[in-house]
């Protein structure tokens, strides 16, 4: 499976305005939008928000975890993410926006997986075969 | 000039509870002479202001239908002048009626269930369009809305710090406008009203009390509460509120701020309002809401601050809403992952750089514990 990794321009995207209730989203480049592919290594469904874990597979072959925050669960269950949304192993494409340092976290704004799930604003997103 | 504390209650009707005391909270600057401003000494801001907006929900950024709750300042043009007066006025006249009412548990009204926000998802407004800088500007003195501004340049800048972040609880009145499940345990001498967030739950004294004396007295994110039954109708007055923030981008408040609050259930689909389906169920219209009057007084505001606020019954009918309506334990430590940069601005650790705390192998590290 080839994992990829693109950047794309805010500027091409419709991107829903991701609520940050707990904090503000200063943290996040919301000047960049990376879609990032990888295998699930866990999701934690926790207050005061959601983290999803991702290996996420370079171009030079390294393996580095990224995170990805969530909603809190009172938010994520009022569309339908349950705390076995995803699962480790699954494999996801992910849209996020990075933090502006560099360092592999960043917000979640839409994901797929090869379970057939779908969150947030994914469109355009596929898993790779 | 009336005199300042206490004064007993002599004769009380049937069924009214003994609350022997009425005004004099600790520290009361005006007795019981809580008659309103005079509207000669006054100009309301709503005359100054005519774009300034009243009707906005404090648990909503767009306006609803109020069925009981009135966006009316209480207390006349200019309102009363402290929350003492305010609340003994309302004490008043429930006892001119034979109240309070003494409940038993049987006779408390049925607030039972899980309990959300009007708009439920939405990142919630503590006054709506009152909530714009201008507008709330307005309602400070000049020193706080010189503070209010330099704030709100530090928000718009990513250089404030909001306490919850850091999972400091949040203060009262802003319990209100935090999402998550809402929970009201009420008994006939008190009434615990609780946020998901934080797992915070307010106690409401209804058993005759008064706060506690200046010894005593602290200031906490939720305040202390005192309150009395007026049939169907729970009022509330809190003090001891620690200082902080209304909302993110909203003036800060003082540790003498004092609340007064009125909570009573109603039946909005009865009444004729024109409610939409919420998120849970999705033909599910609520017929419980209750709708609070609150009103905020503080030394930085010229006026009192007045808003209404609904929440209304979650569906949890069938076992597939109850799978998904329960309240979640509110761990914020464990599920924080910020931090404050040297730059001071608020960022978020990536995978391997917070230790896992939760790890009881890191309890007993002997090489941490003993660095």
Redesign the interface.
């Known amino acids: 499976m080839k994992m990829t990794t693109k950047l794309t321009s805010l500027a091409a995207l419709i991107i829903a305005l991701p609520a940050f209730a707990h904090h503000s989203g200063a943290m996040f480049d919301d000047q960049v939008t990376l879609e990032l592919a990888g295998t699930v290594t866990h999701f934690d469904y926790v207050n005061p928000h959601s983290w999803l874990y991702v290996n996420i597979e370079t171009e030079d072959g390294e393996v580095v975890e990224w995170g990805f925050e969530l909603d809190a669960p009172p938010r994520l269950r009022r569309v339908g993410i349950s705390p076995n949304f995803w699962r480790e192993g699954d494999r996801v494409m992910v849209r996020t926006r990075p933090l502006k340092d560099g360092r592999p976290a960043g917000f979640l704004v839409g994901a797929v997986s090869d379970q057939g799930k779908t969150f947030g604003n994914a469109n355009g997103l596929s898993v790779d075969e | 000039m009336a005199k300042q504390g206490v004064r007993t209650i002599l004769a009380l009707g049937a069924g009214s509870v003994a609350l022997g005391l009425i005004a004099g909270g600790p520290g009361s600057s005006i007795g019981v002479a809580w008659a309103q401003q005079s509207t000669a000494e006054c100009v309301p801001l709503k005359a100054q202001y005519p774009d300034l907006g009243t009707s906005q929900s404090i648990s909503a950024r767009r306006e609803f239908t109020t069925v009981w709750g009135s966006y009316e300042l209480p207390g006349g043009p200019c309102g009363y002048r402290s929350a003492e007066a305010h609340y003994n006025s309302l004490l008043e006249d429930a006892m001119s009626r034979g109240g309070p009412t003494e409940h038993s548990i049987t006779s408390l009204p049925d607030w039972s269930g899980h309990w959300g926000t009007e708009n439920?998802?939405?990142?919630l407004a503590i006054v709506g369009l009152n909530s714009s800088p201008e507008g709330m500007a307005a309602r400070l003195t000049p020193d706080a809305r010189e503070q209010f501004l330099f704030d709100k340049r530090m928000?718009d800048e990513?250089h404030?710090i909001?306490p919850?972040?850091f999972?400091l609880p949040p203060n009262f009145p802003r319990w209100f406008t935090?999402?998550?499940?809402r929970e009201h345990f009420l008994t006939p001498d008190k009434s615990l009203l609780g946020s998901?967030?934080v797992n915070e739950f307010r106690r409401i004294f209804t058993d005759g009390r008064t706060h506690p004396s200046e010894e005593w007295m602290t200031n906490e994110w939720l305040g202390y509460s005192i309150g009395f039954w007026d049939d169907d109708v729970l009022t509330v007055w809190t003090r001891g509120i620690k200082e902080g923030i209304l909302q993110?981008n909203m003036p800060r408040q003082t540790n003498q701020m004092e609340t007064i609050e009125r909570w009573r259930k109603i039946n909005p689909v009865e009444a004729g309002v024109d409610i939409q389906a919420n998120?849970?169920g999705a033909a599910y219209i609520p017929e419980e809401r209750i709708e609070i009057e609150v009103t905020m007084y503080d030394p930085t505001f010229v006026e009192p601050w007045h808003t209404v606020i609904a929440y209304y019954k979650e569906d949890d009918r069938t076992p597939e809403q109850k799978e998904?309506v329960w309240?979640?334990?509110?761990?914020?430590v464990?599920?924080?992952?910020?931090f404050i940069t040297d730059e001071g601005?608020?960022?978020?650790?990536?995978?391997?750089?917070k230790p896992d705390i939760t790890n009881p192998d890191f309890w007993f590290d002997e090489d941490y514990l003993h660095q």
């Open positions: 439920s998802t939405g990142e928000w990513d404030a909001d919850i972040s999972c935090e999402y998550g499940y998901e967030m993110r998120t849970l998904i309240p979640h334990q509110w761990d914020c464990e599920g924080s992952q910020w601005v608020v960022s978020q650790y990536a995978p391997g750089e």
